[in-house]
């Protein structure tokens, strides 16, 4: 590799190179400088917006040391790159990772402490990066930890969304949606106006025959739109790897002013052009496992694929190689199918730009990438129409219709005699209009299939891709175990956790290696160790408490079992069964006598989580947990026995303080619909127990800490098809305390009953397709386990901790390793010898 400053003057270059920060002073003498240059405050109006501006940049200078070495060594090594694509990176805030990453967190505490601030009020200065909705985005924030941890050379590749997931307020028991208008101040991105792309849509398809007698297809005529790249440093932890998260910002293709209208006066149809251009990138799409087949949608996928191919492209064309090397070079991680476009875009670059034959450049795209499905959901599939793509996307179109005949001809040729199995099996269904089926494109464009649990990754072969089954055999579908980062969702969220962990294993190994928790089973009976547990919960649940007074006005007794449920609302998660149980236990308390209730537990029921805004059901089931928090927190009869909160705005750094602060968790979704689930791990790993079904990772959580440390319900999932039937075909009675719930809603306990009639009615008159009456007094039943249980905080506690220590597992490190075993065939690289906080 050529460096651009020549021999003689290198010297000069490098007696100034920057070095990285190592000491309190040194901190302090960037954080000012960069406060006072920057930012131009000084010591006389420097609040902690700026102290936290100060700090980040500092910081960001820090990692751009290791960053920029980092990707040096990774071009020099030329080794096997992978590449996630993902359209929702859901990152939280950068700032105390950073600071844990290259290890400097205590140089920075000192500083801030000279300079007059506290640490922890800096942190909380930082927005939330939030490009993501839920579960499948977080999931990617985690595995970009893990990459750059493990030191894998691996890039990232998303969307620069202007607005990311909005936030919610709650108004009268009511979701309100407030645009995130996050960029104001991100000193965490790099834009580089010198990294652009053409991109191009709609148009036509030339064909025409050249000299060589060959078909060449020209797509032209389009509107040309620009990729700019923003690129986001990823810092591994204790390691200098520091990789990048690039992701791409849409603007008109001219860049400037169209001048030709601009001089005929229309400066502002001009302006228009420029602002079509830039709503691609936005915002992101507030939908969580729902698919709603916008064009915008469309676009900002395909805008993200093109631009992103190209850039790998690019890259793999400076090294020379020849093409059949792409697949020992580039691994395509697909997270789920919004980046299938990348399928047909990759092929069309290979044989209309590069001019190989359709087979062999065929036989690269399938060994690049890897789909990883997260759902099983019929309303999460993507299908985009025909007439769709064939406006926005012609010769992708064609493409897909050509990869469909070759795949359906090689199936008819190995199934003669099931016709029927052509129509199921095709990219295209047969429908009005006609739509192509994404996952089908994406598992027949890939190498390799995972889902996301052991469940999961079973349904998937019997259920929406059981012909592929049949088609290419079990080998091209594995299963990946989803798992988090322990140093965001251990470390940083529950510092108090982590220092004990430490303080018993000897240093924080543990967070490299998280199956060395299993050492803590030896102090499962140790009487210290077990106080000081239960003191860090506590002090956790008063974090909390003050939270939910601060943001609520309601105050909860943190002595009380804290029952919690924080994620996307979605009827499969079943919320709703959830705030039938508040409302349960709300009038049995009712119907006790003053001795009866002495006996009780105190409960705090905690909800969290955002509905889509189109998702009317979603939204009443918020409306009706506030009504039911509004009547129950008011009760004098009830008092510290039961209250209940829906916590707004829910989102990375809330789940920073709520995940540490839980007795019990609900991962309590139908059997069979959660894919995986990820914030059942974040809580057992913070020393919380889990109410769940047998769903997605429940069951692999509970094969690794025990059935006596957890509580399961309800019905199996090979169950559920049998009872969604029995609901129309044999008349049932409902569970008599269910009955009473609704009878209680019906009268109008918790305000117009009229409200909540489409949440009652779907269970009692249409087909209850989530099983809520199936499950309800399981739910209940094992709800009263729940309180005998803490009741007795020995041998709670026990269960507590030996579930943190059994969940080594649950690392992302860990499903790091797998995917780069089982479906990249990469390896990590190890670091230029410079080392973080040498
Ligand atoms: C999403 O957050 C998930 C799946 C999806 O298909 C979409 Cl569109 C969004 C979630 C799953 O619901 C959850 O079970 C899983 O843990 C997570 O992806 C990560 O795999």
């Not at 420029?274 to 087949?293: C, F, K, W």
């Not at 059981?466 to 988090?484: H, L, Q």
């Not at 079992?561 to 236990?585: A, P, T, W």
């Not at 209940?780 to 220590?805: G, R």
């Amino acid at each position: 590799v050529e460096a651009s400053i020549p021999e003689p003057q290198r010297a000069a270059w490098q007696k100034f190179s920057a070095e990285p920060f190592n000491t309190k002073e040194q901190f302090e003498q960037e954080a000012v400088r960069h406060i006072e240059t920057t930012l131009a405050r000084s010591l006389y109006n420097c609040d902690e917006g700026a102290a936290y501006g100060g700090t980040a940049l500092a910081f960001r200078d820090r990692m751009v040391i290791d960053w920029n070495r980092t990707q040096q060594n990774q071009t020099f090594a030329d080794q096997k790159r992978v590449y996630y694509l993902s359209l929702e990176f859901l990152m939280g805030r950068a700032l105390d990772n950073a600071m844990l990453n290259v290890q400097q967190k205590d140089s920075a505490k000192a500083g801030l402490a000279d300079l007059g601030f506290r640490m922890e009020d800096i942190i909380n200065q930082e927005r939330d990066a939030a490009l993501g909705n839920g579960g499948l985005g977080r999931l990617a924030a985690c595995f970009l930890d893990s990459l750059a941890s493990l030191n894998y050379p691996a890039w990232g590749y998303g969307l620069r969304y202007r607005y990311g997931i909005f936030k919610q307020e709650i108004i009268d028991g009511y979701q309100v949606e407030i645009p995130d208008y996050w960029l104001d101040f991100n000193p965490w991105e790099f834009p580089r106006h010198d990294v652009t792309v053409d991109i191009q849509f709609f148009g036509n398809v030339r064909k025409y025959v050249d000299d060589s007698g060959k078909q060449v297809s020209v797509w032209e005529n389009g509107e040309i739109v620009q990729a700019v790249a923003y690129d986001v440093p990823i810092p591994g932890y204790a390691t200098p790897t520091t990789n990048n998260l690039r992701l791409w910002s849409s603007k008109a293709a001219s860049g400037e002013f169209d001048f030709q209208k601009f001089n005929s006066g229309e400066y502002e149809s001009s302006v228009a052009d420029q602002q079509r251009a830039e709503t691609i990138s936005a915002v992101l799409y507030p939908n969580d496992n729902l698919e709603r087949g916008k064009e915008l949608r469309l676009k900002q996928q395909y805008f993200w694929c093109a631009a992103s191919l190209f850039d790998i492209v690019r890259r793999f064309k400076k090294s020379k190689k020849a093409w059949k090397e792409f697949p020992n070079a580039v691994a395509i991680q697909l997270n789920d199918t919004h980046p299938t476009l990348a399928i047909p875009e990759l092929q069309r670059i290979l044989i209309d730009q590069e001019g190989l034959e359709w087979d062999e450049a065929w036989s690269i795209v399938q060994k690049t990438f890897g789909y990883t499905n997260h759902t099983v959901l019929p309303e999460a599939l993507e299908k985009w129409s025909v007439p769709l793509f064939q406006h926005l996307l012609p010769r992708h179109l064609q493409i897909i219709y050509d990869i469909n005949l070759h795949f359906l001809q090689y199936v008819e040729r190995n199934f003669p005699k099931d016709r029927e199995m052509l129509g199921r099996v095709s990219i295209i269904e047969e429908s009005q209009p006609k739509m192509v089926r994404m996952a089908y494109l994406a598992l027949i464009g890939s190498h390799k299939v995972n889902g996301v649990a052991e469940l999961h990754s079973d349904l998937i072969k019997t259920t929406i891709f059981k012909d592929f089954v049949k088609i290419y055999g079990p080998d091209k579908f594995t299963n990946v175990t989803n798992g988090i980062t322990p140093r965001r969702w251990l470390h940083q969220a529950n510092p108090r956790l982590s220092e004990l962990i430490a303080s018993k294993l000897g240093g924080y190994d543990f967070l490299k290696d998280l199956t060395l928790l299993h050492k803590l089973e030896n102090y499962v009976d140790d009487k210290a160790f077990r106080k000081e547990f239960q003191e860090i919960k506590f002090a956790n649940k008063v974090r909390l408490a003050k939270h939910i007074k601060d943001t609520n006005g309601v105050s909860v007794n943190p002595a009380a079992l804290f029952d919690i449920q924080v994620k996307r609302i979605h009827e499969y998660k079943r919320q709703q069964l959830n705030i039938f149980g508040v409302i349960h236990r709300y009038l049995t308390i009712k119907s006790m006598s003053p001795e009866e209730r002495k006996k009780l537990a105190p409960r705090v029921s905690i909800f969290g989580g955002k509905a889509a805004p189109g998702y009317w059901m979603a939204k009443t089931i918020i409306h009706l947990v506030n009504a039911v928090g509004a009547v129950v927190n008011n009760d004098k009869d009830v008092g510290d026995l039961l209250k209940c909160v829906f916590v707004e705005d829910y989102n990375v750094s809330k789940a920073e303080i709520i995940v540490p602060a839980s007795d019990i968790s609900e991962h309590i979704s139908t059997a069979g619909t959660e894919a995986s689930g990820t914030s059942n791990m974040k809580f057992v790993l913070n020393g919380g127990l889990i109410i769940g079904t047998c769903d997605g990772a429940n069951i692999e959580i509970t094969r690794e800490i025990g059935e006596e440390n957890i509580f399961l319900f309800g019905n199996l999932s090979e169950d559920v098809e049998d009872l969604r039937h029995a609901h129309f075909y044999s008349k049932f009675e409902f569970d008599p305390q269910l009955q009473r719930v609704f009878d209680a809603i019906k009268e109008g306990r918790f305000g117009d009953a009229g409200q909540f009639s489409a949440l009652v009615n779907g269970i009692v008159e249409h087909g209850d397709y989530y099983l809520v009456s199936d499950d309800f007094k399981s739910y209940i039943d094992t709800h009263t386990l729940i309180d005998e249980a803490y009741k007795d905080q020995e041998s709670w506690v026990s269960k507590c901790i030996t579930s943190v220590a059994r969940m080594g597992f649950f690392s992302s490190d860990r499903c790091i390793d797998e995917y780069a075993e089982m479906i990249w065939n990469v390896e990590p690289l190890s670091p230029t010898k410079k080392a973080k906080g040498v």
